[in-house]
């Protein structure tokens, strides 16, 4: 016991205990969506899409990029993804994509035998354009058809014809649901789905904000677990009984003046999708040399809540005006205030050949994050879930050359 | 003429528009909405990536950016573009032209660039309001920038040259799809160009002629009944069992690739030595979206007008309705006894990634041999996808003997 007690006390990094919670939480999320699948009643989803609207319709839900995540932590990426490229799709594509289609192919060779049968696929573009042909794909292998909820992007304030615009797509997105799911919809549901909603947002807030104390209570990897529920659990109580214990993790943390890592020397911003196949063991890596991560752009992302008397106009607002959906300008502005917020020494930015929408601008905008905030940034070039994808040589020469900076 | 000589051509003609004349605009997604740039003054041109450019992307742009965009950008820093007043991006059509669009702005500050936003989900009339209001405001922007005001006349003009552009090179495209001999497809494919290079009277006129003369060479035929129902046919993206006589020696291809240009299949073709008569249908492509586009209505408002006949053509795959594009694809290559599909697609283009594998069971399924080919705008590899295009006609060609 006292061995096990010494070798958890030199690990240089701080499991949550809340993590058992997570699991036990994923867990059930898990079986609820194989219930629903059973029940005819399951919903494929993006992760920026108004799931509030299908929760309170009764619609149960899964996240095949979250799946994607699952994929790539199990060390399975090149495998699943290579059962898509068999079937015609081009090494090129998105990860998540291609091994959701290469494990909805062969299930049964796919972590947890796969996500279950959908009965409808619900994309929203707000994350990006892929989803929808992704979503094309599993459509046809499936026969579940596919609803895109349109918000096109954004530049500057959003228009009125916009807004009117992606209000009629959640008009369509109910007509949708009552008619492929036999449902009717609510407003009054809606609005206690939108509380829960919120309130899970607004814990998830707090804990992302309590890392603005040195040292930060929370690593990269630790948030980008942690995540899994504001993303797939959003609008329910689960979620809320979750952030409630993190946030009572977090704050007792910061009480203590515990650290996410043991010996914080560097604080840096993460910018994009982590590599989800080596996510200990590269954040890890830069912990025993004293570097954490007390932000990132990835899992501040998801903060707007509900309110407000007009619900849709409310979803509308918040669905149109996400991270990814704001171009260049809106990014370079939310990693300065990050940097700023965080007090952090330099960034590292994550450039995921899978994902154009949120990679492609980044060799410009470190400039223009460096040139703003005065702090060091470098780019390196990898994958989230696709490992062939990663050379760790090369990723770490150029993490090597922006420590140097530090020493 | 080649793919290069056209380009030449036509760019030259571009700059002389560009100095002399009027204030060339350039736009890079085909559905834009000429109508109303011309009713600013401006000449709208297609800008079209270019083979033999030497990257200058690197410094911007990961090698992950589809390889048009790369492209482009490079011929932007090495001063390799035609001389432009402005530039339109689209938004909301692929994520790589969409941030291209701002890093163009953040590396080339004195550029002036536009975007328009189109809707990607089938809509209706929602999605036909969305974009009419994109594009009066894409209209206010041009006369706040350049202080020339929309013209009605102007546009009213406008409306009627690509009226007259669609109604000959529909007919032309249906035309070749029976009788393919009756036009080069390097002719069909320079007509195009120099029409999206410069749309005016001259080019106009070109392919007027062009249409009358093969009516002309047809109309002792009994081809042209079939010829119009095909073009309306096509129009509407629905066909129904056809009967026309043509040569069963020589193999008919169809071509598929969201972003390729027919200048680019005329170098291919080409280089291979291959019959152009073997090209019945570039599908899909540039050419003939821009074909079988409806003309815009001269009544009522000029914005909603150019909206609902941007949203008349063929779907592209960024935007909602595969089944509706694979239902389109089925029907031609049943329908106008195709034999081979020739399937090419962009490298790190997701759009055209992501339908190839779809297209290719459509057409297997309708038992039509597919070629599918990965091109660059370069050509870099045109040897070898050069033989492999032989090599294809070769097989449809043993398979048709026996």
Not at chain 1, 131 to 139: E, G, K, P, Q, T
Request: include cysteine.
């Amino acid at each position: 016991m006292a061995e096990q007690e010494k070798r958890t006390e030199e690990k240089v990094y701080r499991q949550l205990r809340t993590n058992s919670l997570l699991q036990q939480i994923m867990f059930r999320y898990m079986l609820e969506g194989h219930a629903a699948s059973e029940n005819g009643r399951l919903a494929w989803i993006t992760s920026g899409f108004p799931v509030e609207i299908p929760v309170a319709m009764g619609v149960g839900v899964n996240y095949p990029e979250q799946y994607g995540a699952v994929i790539g932590s199990q060390k399975v990426g090149p495998q699943i993804c290579g059962f898509a490229e068999e079937m015609g799709y081009s090494q090129e594509l998105c990860s998540y994509a291609r091994s959701s289609i290469g494990a909805a192919r062969y299930p049964e060779k796919s972590p947890l035998e796969g996500l279950p049968k959908p009965q409808a696929l619900l994309a929203c573009n707000n994350i990006c354009g892929t989803v929808l042909r992704w979503y094309d794909a599993i459509s046809e292998m499936t026969g579940a058809p596919v609803f895109l909820f349109d918000t096109p992007p954004t530049q500057g304030k959003q228009t009125p014809h916009h807004r009117e615009y992606v209000r009629q797509s959640v008009m369509r997105l109910i007509d949708f649901l009552s008619t492929t799911f036999h449902t009717t919809f609510s407003e009054e549901r809606l609005r206690e789905v939108g509380n829960l909603s919120g309130k899970g947002i607004d814990l998830w807030t707090r804990c992302l904000k309590a890392c603005r104390n040195r040292p930060s209570p929370l690593n990269c990897a630790d948030r980008f677990l942690a995540m899994a529920p504001i993303v797939s659990l959003r609008g329910t109580e689960l979620a809320v009984e979750f952030y409630q214990a993190l946030l009572e993790e977090v704050e007792g943390r910061v009480a203590q003046g515990l650290g996410a890592i043991r010996d914080e020397k560097i604080r840096l911003l993460w910018d994009d999708i982590p590599p989800w196949f080596t996510i200990f063991r590269f954040f890890n890596g830069l912990a025993a040399r004293g570097v954490v991560f007390p932000a990132d752009t990835y899992t501040h992302a998801w903060s707007g809540s509900l309110s407000g008397a007009d619900l849709v106009d409310s979803v509308v607002s918040v669905y149109s005006n996400v991270y990814l959906n704001k171009g260049l300008e809106a990014k370079v502005d939310k990693m300065c205030e990050l940097i700023k917020e965080y007090s952090l020494d330099g960034f590292i930015m994550f450039s995921v050949r899978s994902c154009k929408r949120y990679s492609l601008g980044q060799l410009v905008s470190k400039e223009l994050v460096m040139e703003r905030t005065g702090v060091p940034g470098v780019v390196i070039e990898g994958d989230m879930v696709d490992s062939r994808l990663f050379n760790d040589a090369q990723i770490q020469t150029r993490i090597d050359a922006l420590l140097e900076m530090f020493i | 003429m080649s793919y290069e000589q056209a380009t030449i051509q036509s760019n030259s003609q571009g700059f002389r528009l560009g100095v002399a004349e009027k204030l060339t605009l350039g736009y890079i997604y085909p559905h834009a909405p000429v109508e109303i740039i011309m009713a600013h003054g401006f000449v709208p041109s297609l800008v079209r990536a270019r083979p033999g450019v030497v990257g200058a992307f690197e410094a911007s742009l990961q090698t992950f950016a589809c390889s048009y965009t790369r492209n482009l950008f490079s011929q932007r820093a090495n001063d390799q573009l035609p001389p432009l007043a402005a530039l339109l991006f689209p938004g909301n059509t692929c994520d790589s032209l969409l941030n291209v669009g701002d890093i163009w702005r953040v590396r080339f500050p004195d550029d002036t660039v536009f975007r328009l936003t189109y809707p990607a989900a089938n809509q209706g009339e929602a999605g036909v309001h969305f974009l009419a209001e994109e594009i009066r405001s894409l209209s206010n922007m041009l006369e706040k920038a350049f202080g020339l005001p929309f013209s009605l006349s102007e546009f009213e003009e406008a409306a009627s040259l690509t009226r007259q552009f669609r109604e000959s090179i529909q007919f032309l495209y249906a035309s070749r799809a029976i009788l393919p001999q009756v036009l080069p497809y390097s002719k069909l494919a320079a007509l195009i160009h120099t029409f999206l290079m410069s749309p005016d009277q001259k080019s106009v006129t070109e392919v007027v002629r062009a249409a009358s003369q093969a009516q002309r060479s047809l109309a002792k035929s009994k081809s042209l009944e079939p010829i119009n129902r095909i073009r309306q046919q096509l129009l509407k993206g629905h066909l129904t069992r056809l009967t026309f006589a043509h040569d069963t020696d020589s193999p008919r291809i169809a071509v598929a690739g969201g972003m390729i240009d027919p200048g680019a299949l005329v170098a291919l073709l080409s280089a291979a030595g291959i019959s152009e008569n073997a090209l019945v249908i570039d599908l899909l492509t540039f050419g003939f979206k821009t074909a079988f586009t409806r003309p815009c209505d001269m009544e009522g408002d000029p914005f909603e007008s150019v909206a609902r006949s941007i949203l008349s053509s063929p779907l592209e795959p960024t935007q909602e309705g595969l089944e509706m594009r694979l239902s389109f694809v089925r029907d031609i290559l049943t329908n106008l006894a195709i034999d081979g599909l020739v399937i090419c697609e962009q490298s790190f283009c997701d759009p055209d990634e992501f339908e190839a594998p779809s297209l290719e069971a459509a057409a297997s399924k309708s038992g039509v041999v597919v070629l599918r080919l990965p091109i660059d705008p370069e050509l870099s590899d045109r040897e070898r996808l050069g033989v492999r295009l032989q090599s294809f006609l070769e097989t449809i060609k043993s398979r048709n003997q026996r």
